[in-house]
């Protein structure tokens, strides 16, 4: 099947900081990436949709200006967490959809603690 | 999600009896059903999918059915085993996005 990659796997910051997630289509080319936040013992939350060469959509109640998108290429996505706080601590997953069939592929996830 | 309701959320069997977990969706227009098995702290994985012109789909232990008029589908698993237990997530497509159920915690008892 295809692969997704992510980078890091965790980060742990300090509150005020800003960090920088990927996601990486490694074996096929994606024009759209998606990214979920999951929270402990919770469902996976849609943030955002991902679009090569235009601007990310982000669902209701995300902050476009805290989490922000980009989509450089088509086999990358990055997820920028700005100025994090604690209650930005979660289990952020990105996912690639074959356009084929549908099926997503998804990236191994990132744990971000913000201390 | 919003758009995807999951019961129940947790479900405890006794090793070898069945399971099944139902979700109901309200968009007509989603077309792709799949189910996640998500270990802890890992990635979901896909464990079977069922789109929208067929009403079953089984793969060895597990089935899919999905009822299109009352918009609901549901994963069924028998002979159910230990390492069976995860949390199982029901997703609904619509419109090239995911909306993912709120999470079954499936408890196989040996």
């Known amino acids: 099947g295809a692969v997704v990659s992510q980078h890091p796997s965790r980060v742990i910051c300090k509150s005020g900081t800003s960090v920088k997630i990927e996601c990486r289509s490694l074996?096929?080319?994606?024009?759209?990436m998606f990214w979920y936040r999951q929270f402990p013992k919770q469902s996976l939350m849609l943030m955002a949709t991902?679009?090569?060469?235009?601007?990310?959509?982000?669902e209701q109640g995300v902050e476009k200006d805290k989490f922000l998108i980009n989509h450089a290429s088509l086999t990358l996505s990055t997820l920028t967490v700005t100025s994090a706080h604690p209650e930005d601590s979660s289990f952020y997953i990105c996912?690639?959809?074959?356009?084929?069939?549908?099926?997503?592929?998804f990236g191994p996830g990132t744990r971000l603690t913000v201390l | 999600g919003e758009n995807v309701e999951q019961h129940p959320s947790t479900l405890s069997v006794q090793e070898g009896d069945s399971a099944v977990i139902k979700c109901t969706y309200s968009?007509?227009?989603?077309?792709?059903f799949p189910w996640y098995k998500q270990e802890l702290g890992k990635r979901p994985q896909l464990i079977i999918d069922?789109?929208?012109?067929?009403g079953e789909k089984k793969d060895q232990r597990i089935a899919v059915t999905l009822n299109k008029t009352a918009k609901h589908f549901s994963l069924h698993i028998t002979e159910t085993q230990p390492e069976d237990s995860a949390v199982y997530f029901c997703?609904?497509?619509?419109?090239?996005?995911?909306?993912f159920g709120s999470g079954t915690k499936l408890n196989v008892k040996p």
């Open positions: 996912s690639a959809p074959r356009t084929l069939n549908n099926e997503q592929f």
């Open positions: 074996d096929f080319q994606a024009t759209t």
């Open positions: 991902s679009n090569e060469g235009s601007k990310a959509t982000y």
């Open positions: 968009d007509s227009a989603s077309n792709y």
């Open positions: 069922i789109r929208s012109n067929v």
């Open positions: 997703a609904e497509n619509n419109f090239n996005k995911f909306y």
